[in-house]
């Protein structure tokens, strides 16, 4: 099993360029979801997807859309990039159970800066 | 909101020190509780959980418990390793949240030989 995985690993973009963040798990769960890590900041939580079919806002959505192609594939997009969204980008994925039992399993990161 | 507060960083100790990295949070209810770890390079990775009250999570000699009175979640480790250099997060899962997590800013850990 390869977990999560995530394309690319680094990227350049100039302010005003587009880009999408592709996120891909195979261990067959429901939930999925995008964070940012920020120096001094930790991971904060851009977008989740409950289920197949359904996404849902985090703390700091503004500036980016997503789509839960199926339930495998959950991508981040940036319309129009800012040098604010310079930052590392996480995936992750997790099955809902027992309340607080489901872990979730984070992919190797996006390295992504805007000039 | 929920939120969740960690010892400032960075923390650098000798091979065999003893480790505690503080971690305090604020919710309602009965959060879950985590510890998460970063190697360099990498995602994060589940070091450790604890789901009520008393509750003590252990992992590669790495020990934290659930204390509800004083809203604490400390990690600790009674000898470190070069190996154990790395970023750790902690973390809640409310109640309330779905399945959502909220981090702590990070400690970064380096150990010396």
């Known amino acids: 099993n390869a977990g999560v995985t995530q394309t690319p690993k680094f990227q350049v973009l100039k302010t005003g360029q587009s880009m999408t963040l592709q996120c891909a798990q195979d261990m067959n769960h429901n939930s999925m979801y995008w964070y940012r890590q920020d120096p001094g900041m930790g991971l904060r939580l851009i977008y989740y997807?409950?289920?197949?079919?359904?996404?849902d806002k985090g703390e700091v959505p503004n500036g980016y859309n997503v789509s839960r192609l199926n339930k495998r594939e959950f991508s981040l997009r940036l319309e129009s990039a800012a040098p604010s969204q310079t930052s590392v980008y996480f995936c992750?994925?997790?099955?809902?159970?027992?309340?607080?039992?489901?872990?979730?399993?984070f992919g190797p990161g996006t390295r992504l800066t805007v000039l | 909101g929920d939120s969740v507060t960690q010892m400032e960083g960075p923390v650098t100790l000798s091979e065999e020190a003893f480790l505690t990295i503080n971690c305090t949070y604020t919710?309602?209810?009965?959060?879950?509780l985590f510890w998460y770890v970063q190697y360099p390079g990498e995602g994060l990775q589940l070091l450790l959980k604890a789901t009520k009250a008393d509750d003590k999570g252990s992992n590669k000699g790495f020990e934290a418990t659930y204390r509800k009175e004083t809203t604490s979640f400390h990690l600790e480790k009674g000898s470190v390793q070069v190996s154990d250099s790395a970023v750790y997060f902690c973390?809640?899962?409310?109640?309330?949240?779905?399945?959502?997590?909220?981090f702590g800013q990070g400690t970064r850990l380096t150990i010396n030989p």
């Open positions: 919710a309602t209810g009965y959060p879950s």
């Open positions: 973390a809640l899962r409310s109640v309330q949240g779905a399945q959502k997590l909220v």
């Open positions: 997807s409950a289920s197949e079919g359904t996404t």
């Open positions: 992750a994925s997790s099955e809902p159970g027992l309340a607080g039992m489901n872990e979730q399993f």
